[in-house]
């Protein structure tokens, strides 16, 4: 059961001028089936909220990394925006213990990376909404600057991963792969993949198998990212 969010101002320190700006924001879609509502979730509070932490993580790669490069600079930010972080700055934070969910929600919460990431970020939402602009921002500055000031980017071997990433810190949108083709006998086939971003092709590759086509387009497309900010 959700801990009483009166529970949250406090550890917070605030008093909310909105408190259904709070509901909402820890409110799973899984409730609206339940009560019979729609949209009375945190799903509008997310986007807002994803904008805040991208707009204080970028300023805070930017400041304390000021030989970092573009490129290396959205992927430092990717370390911070990505599920694994967010949720986990959400579980730091306690966020948590307070999201109300549906009889339909399957799982356990505590580790529901995906909906606390939502979480984490609907909380930053209603709290630039409700205490504006000065508070929210001190908040989320408070909670990620030490860790991207010490931070260094990461190397992925893993192009997928590393175009995720990437289109994500800019985005936070998925990209996705097809299948182009499949050619040659069982013993020695050939895949061709593609893969794209909304209805555009970013890049594509060959593979003995499916996965290893896919991991080819995706270094196709990183390459082709590295020459078009090359050349601005």
Avoid: W
Avoid at 25 to 45: C, I, K, P, Q
Avoid at 170 to 181: A, D, F, G, H, T
């Amino acid at each position: 059961m959700a801990k009483d969010l009166a529970l949250l101002y406090r550890k917070f320190g605030f008093v909310p001028h909105d408190p259904t700006l709070f509901e909402l924001a820890f409110t799973h879609s899984s409730v609206n089936g339940m009560v019979g509502t729609r949209h009375r979730d945190y799903e509008r509070l997310e986007f807002l909220g994803d904008a805040v932490v991208g707009m204080v993580t970028s300023e805070l790669c930017f400041i304390y990394h000021p030989d970092m490069e573009q490129g290396d600079l959205s992927k430092l930010k990717s370390q911070f925006i990505r599920t694994e972080s967010e949720s986990a700055y959400g579980r730091k934070l306690g966020l948590d213990d307070f999201v109300r969910l549906g009889v339909s929600f399957q799982g356990d919460i505590h580790s529901a990376s995906r909906v606390l990431e939502d979480v984490f970020e609907s909380f930053i939402g209603a709290l630039y909404l409700d205490q504006g602009l000065d508070f929210c921002y001190r908040f989320v500055r408070g909670l990620f600057e030490e860790d991207i000031k010490n931070a260094a980017v990461i190397p992925d071997i893993n192009p997928k991963n590393e175009l995720q990433e990437a289109m994500q810190a800019e985005n936070k949108e998925s990209v996705r792969y097809q299948i182009l083709s499949e050619e040659g006998p069982a013993h020695a086939k050939r895949y061709v993949a593609a893969v794209y971003f909304e209805d555009q092709e970013l890049g594509r590759g060959e593979g003995r198998s499916k996965k290893l086509a896919e991991v080819a387009a995706a270094r196709n497309a990183m390459a082709k990212r590295a020459e078009l900010k090359g050349g601005e």
